[in-house]
């Protein structure tokens, strides 16, 4: 705990540094997230990477920055930034995967964010992209866990699912909610995937619905849980000035910041606390000069219902036990005061894990560009995206802006 | 291949953003090359990086890369960048894992660079860390083939000692060579482990050992393989302004370049001709402002002798077809006219592979820093580092050079 307190205040003390340039979205693409069987990873991380690079009017790119967590696991395959980049058509170019379980789609994007902000390139392509469902669902939920201690989690059975029962089970006895209190947040992702054409459950769910669901792991129902999938998604970054001469649409990377905590839930102070995600925010506040009431949107980690209401209070949205009422008071809709998970979320847009991270990006994108179909939200100029790896280890915070 | 003529072009032509600041390395870190049965994963990573910390005098970095590549596949964990950073004593700080197949560490210590080379950071933490000897051999090799293309090479039984074989032959039938005339890569690279406190294979061997060496897929002998292993190593990086205020003791990272080629071997328009190492070599000459002839010694990647010769070959170091009979003449010695894996390369200090291009960083440094023991070179200001992965798939470089 010295260095963690040692590490808070030389992160929030000092000031990022005067070399750092500015950086910017300058295209955005993605596949619809579901169970693409004729399709191969390849095919799916090139398909985002194509779509983001026309729409930003790249051919060339310096670097492709692929997030990816299962690719070894699942399909016996890593080396996959290559491997994508040759079937893109942009073999020669940098590219490397980047893993942080169901974070490492954001940990790309901000490693694409570093490779632009130093200097060193001024167009690259962060993508994310996962392939879930050829594997036995057995297989599939036998690596997620790989996202958790494996030795001292994994190995005693502890699936991933469970871990988040534990939690949201500390949470209703700590705060005195019942399971049904979570619903709005599953009601509202299913009600905002059901305009997105490129979500995996375009069905409303009602809270009737949300009552007699399965319970998996007591307390966690199928309708807290997030539905695993196939899916890539990608955005090319370009440094704000080499966008600015080359005449591209922009949305600006107003903040990019990481942090961790422990990985077993027993080595962590307080299992409530979400303290990668608390200090993440944090640091992106930080580095965009704003607070949560300057946020207009929150495209937060919804892979559990108690994840997004832990997530909410770590980054200052609502106060501790206090998450959930957002959505029992449905805040989080379109027109609430922050709306979150605005295409669907994980909940029902989809979780293709390693590929997560980058659709929360690129649906922050299509907000922020006025291009989000019957789910735009109006005059909207700063999104927050968070994407968690394992319940709460590795932490990825952005913000984006609205350019002009 | 438009695409790679076009990417050429734009890599080549353009200088690098003068935001870029200047990185050092100030402190490194290493474990023993071996079977450590006893330690896991998590306590390996921890060694190096503790040992790194201690060497650079810095308690509290910014952040942590982790370069591996199977932790997933052989021990059912991903996520472990936030499980070192939390053994480490340094939870709470970004980190991620990087994953490149066997380029994993040099591609972690390029993102540590860009980390740093951005103004984002000051002081981070690189670390390669693999642990590849507690699972049965049969399960690692099947492991490794995920380097290669797992649909069109490994799903057909080609295995990655396979892939150099048929690379091996090749240059045998294209250049008339024999295979002995590579014992030369092997007995250099034990004669210098001889000297490493580090290495797994402290053994000198003779041609006449060369020569009766079992064959493993013909024409690759036992002794044209490096060895498994497990091992962590690390450096703490940190830029040069910093490290100067700070007084301490630097190795400039004078260069960092990458690349990548078709992964599969039938997808390469010339088997014999490393593209991505030539082309990250060529991008790591720009930015350094030198040539070949201004390497001192040059840490290369020889998981199989035919990857030596090969990437000699690359990087301008021999002709086309020449690069063994730098090894036939010796001139790869130390005392050689470009020594290369001084303190045993893969073949003889080991390859746990996701760690092994954090051990060349490391051993280059040593090398510069005057700390290489009975393995000094005299006089050296410039080092190279190649790392790659796959069989030329993804190619790390680095130049380092001695302050002052």
Sequence with gaps: MRGVALYIRSQTDRRLDRHLRDVSIIGIGQTPV????????????????RAALADAGVECPEALYVGNMLSGQLLGQENVGALIADHAGLSGIEAYKIEAACASGAAAFRTAYMAVASGL?????????????????DETTGALVAAADAEFEGEHGLSFVGINALLMQRYLYEHGYDRQDFSGFAINAHRNAANNPNAMFRKKISAEAFARAKIIAEPVSLLDSSGIGDGAAAAVLASADWARAHGKRQVRVAASAAA??????????????LRAAWLSARKAYAQAGVSPKDIDFFELHDAFTIMSALSLEAT???????????????????NGRIPICTMGGLKARGHPVGATGMYQIVEAAQQLLGAAGANQLP?????MTQNIGGSGAT????????AG
Tied chains: 1, 2.
């Design 34 to 49: 579901g169970e693409h069987w004729d399709k191969p990873l390849r095919v799916l991380g090139t398909e985002a990477v």
């Design 121 to 137: 390139c001024d167009v690259v392509v962060a993508c994310g992209v996962e392939k879930m469902t050829d594997t036995l669902t």
């Design 260 to 273: 961790t905590d422990a990985v077993a839930l027993h080595d962590r102070d307080d299992l409530l606390f």
């Design 316 to 334: 200052g949205f609502a106060e501790r036990g206090q998450g959930v009422r957002l959505a029992m008071e449905d805040a989080i809709a379109l």
């Design 379 to 383: 005059n909207c100029r700063l999104g």
């Design 395 to 402: 932490v990825v915070t952005h913000i984006l802006e609205r």
